[in-house]
């Protein structure tokens, strides 16, 4: 028993991934980086908008007594208004600060919430394709993750969850825009889910929370826009970060908002807030709540996603791969042309391009493109798919 | 089931610490905030040094691609790099940049270590007084906190330890200079523990972890110096952050280092590196991990916090209390004249001196200050302290 038993064995079944990284590795070592057309993370490419360099220059002049010291547990209070005041516009609802507790990041956000609502043992519901973190967040607070199919086009299946969902259910995450579909729930499906929700909790006798998890919304395209889910249920709360709209994934800050109509709203944020502060976390990093307060509604140039989801989607369309378009999120979900997605990712590989199985998200027979990456890689890659694509069909004909 | 059950009785438990902030709260709305001498929080005044700001101002300028980006989960490599160094130049050991994770605070590295390596049931023995986080620490990730008293002069009662240790026992965590105490463990005294620490593993057949928890190492007085724990228990580690040392808590940055000499040393950096992944810390913020990777061996001048305990010092010796001066940190732990520890802090507060009753560390009968706060409240409090115990002794008296 050198270490937890647990995550020892954690450790033992990510050790595939970290074979795909050391792989990739390798692979950049023989051909140059250049040469490699890695789509495998998410680490946004684009630089953040200037307002951001601006402020952070500013901030970081600021010598007042204290201002690196310690704020209250759920962050600064002329942060948490802007906050407030910037999720009332958006979402029409009326949020005051104590509705907002800044974290370290989304990921910070959803260990907070899970760890303030269950108990041993509860299960906490959600829709594939899914980011695989949230297995291990559930899993660090006594609680166990159960994934619900989706429909054909990546959409909540209503009937599957109100299947699914028994009186050990404590919440549900969802996660639009979709990592890694680029799906947007669209209002009229998550109506027919609050609908559900609210029958399921009113059966089983416990509240079932929603939990939004939303580092994505403002990484949309076409007009399309994200319904905002405070208005259509009241059970509800959204985490979020500022990794990928100001494309700051590494300073790890974001916020945690609870729906003002909850039943026992400050009984949850008194909780979150303790929560925050026992997991470790203590505060969200000072400086950096300091800078996003002020930079409320400022993103990235969203286009320059748009400009390579295109040259992608040209690129699949080309080749003859299927895949949903992304609304949103800087990631395509391709279907693999082989039934064995693993073998297929392998053959794209071979032709230097990363990618990830789909079973890592909960849905085999696809391989997510992360496309945050330098266009000269997404010009590089129609080669390789080309080239994948006709390998993969020779193979079928023989 | 609004929230959590065990959230729910934390809440209630500790509603007594938040009723304590709010009558402090009341007591400065109706004194006015110059007025009341509040001693009761460890937020250091100090500014942080020069060289902070410097090089806080020259990063925030940096705008390479990628800079605000992920970076691997344990932190910059030429950060780690860095520390190492001034590790192995303080300890003598041989550290590489491996051994180092950048963590979110000494909270985080205490929670990534403490996941890493217990299993449900496995006891944490601490020795009294101690830092309350850690009893939540060990509970988020299924372990057990058991306290174990200390000697008469606040140091590790080794004896004690070898009683209390049973094959449960997972970890010990020392906290030297000591929160509330101020007590540094001499290595005489590590020496000696850490021989029973080995009889032990042996005896129990499991390794007995020494998790070394050191924000305080900087903060010491009178040329004492804290021994390193590296050369004297193979099995160890380090949790620490820059919150005192250059005046940041509110910023969340610290390591975890794992002694080179440690049996499982490769697993327990890749179980530490995965628990700070999936606990959502997911990395140390990144622009701090620069700014403090550039200030190894930078400190705020200790000499400000001398100056405060010194005259604190001379306030309770001319008032006739009893109390540990203290070879480290910026707390003073003082022996309650009422036995009722409580009663006394009440007393205080009437003579608008806010402390912290030494229960709330494990020692009845104590109260602690915390004097890294403004000189005016430290003379101001002459009166209060004098008042406070005439008040006590005519009490007794009559």
Redesign the interface.
């Known amino acids: 028993?050198?270490?937890?038993?647990?995550?020892?064995s954690?450790?033992q079944s990510?050790s595939l991934i970290r074979k795909m990284f050391e792989e990739g590795a390798k692979l950049k070592a023989i051909h140059g980086v250049q040469n490699v057309c890695d789509f495998s993370?998410g680490?946004?490419?684009v630089?953040?908008p200037p307002e951001f360099?601006k402020i952070?220059?500013e901030?970081?002049?600021n010598?007042d007594?204290?201002i690196?010291?310690?704020?209250p547990n759920a962050g600064y209070l002329n942060v948490r208004s802007a906050i407030a005041d910037y999720i009332n516009k958006e979402q029409k609802s009326n949020l005051e600060n104590k509705h907002v507790i800044m974290t370290?990041?989304a990921?910070?956000a959803?260990?907070v919430i899970l760890?303030?609502?269950?108990?041993p043992g509860d299960e906490v519901l959600v829709s594939v394709p899914y980011f695989v973190?949230y297995k291990?967040?559930c899993d660090?607070?006594g609680g166990i993750l159960k994934t619900v199919p989706c429909t054909d086009d990546f959409d909540i299946d209503v009937d599957q969850f109100e299947k699914s969902i028994t009186d050990k259910c404590?919440a549900v995450i969802i996660n639009s825009p979709n990592n890694p579909s680029g799906k947007i729930y669209p209002e009229k499906t998550l109506k027919k889910f609050a609908e559900v929700l609210r029958k399921k909790s009113s059966e089983t006798g416990?509240?079932i929370y929603l939990i939004s998890d939303e580092p994505y919304r403002k990484i949309v395209y076409d007009g399309v826009e994200v319904p905002g889910i405070f208005g259509i249920y009241s059970e509800s709360m959204i985490c979020t970060s500022y990794s990928k709209d100001l494309?700051?994934?590494?300073?790890?800050?974001g916020w945690l908002a609870i729906n003002p109509s909850a039943?026992?709203c400050d009984?949850?944020i008194?909780?979150a807030i303790?929560?925050n502060?026992?997991?470790?976390?203590?505060?969200?990093?000072?400086?950096?709540q300091r800078v996003v307060g002020r930079l409320q509604g400022v993103k990235i140039d969203v286009n320059v996603y748009k400009r390579k989801r295109d040259a992608l989607c040209g690129i699949l369309d080309e080749n003859g791969y299927d895949y949903f378009k992304p609304e949103g999120t800087f990631y395509l979900f391709v279907k693999s042309p082989d039934k064995n997605e693993s073998a297929f990712v392998e053959l794209l590989k071979q032709n230097l391009i990363l990618t990830v199985p789909g079973s890592a998200f909960g849905v085999p027979g696809y391989f997510r493109i992360s496309y945050c990456t330098d266009d000269s890689y997404i010009d590089k890659s129609a080669e390789g798919f080309k080239n994948a694509m006709n390998e993969f069909m020779s193979g079928i004909s023989q």
């Not at 028993?1 to 020892?8: D, G, P, R, T």
């Not at 760890?115 to 108990?119: A, G, M, P, R």
């Not at 502060?277 to 950096?288: C, E, F, K, S």
């Open positions: 028993m050198a270490i937890s038993s647990k995550i020892e954690f450790l990510s993370i680490n946004p490419d630089p953040p360099q952070l220059e901030e970081s002049l010598t007594a204290n690196h010291g310690y704020m370290t990041g990921g910070g959803l260990n760890k303030s609502i269950l108990n973190e291990f967040y660090n607070h404590a416990r509240t494309s700051l994934p590494g300073e790890r800050i039943e026992n009984k949850i008194n909780a303790l929560c502060r026992i997991l470790g976390y203590v505060n969200a990093p000072a400086l950096m």
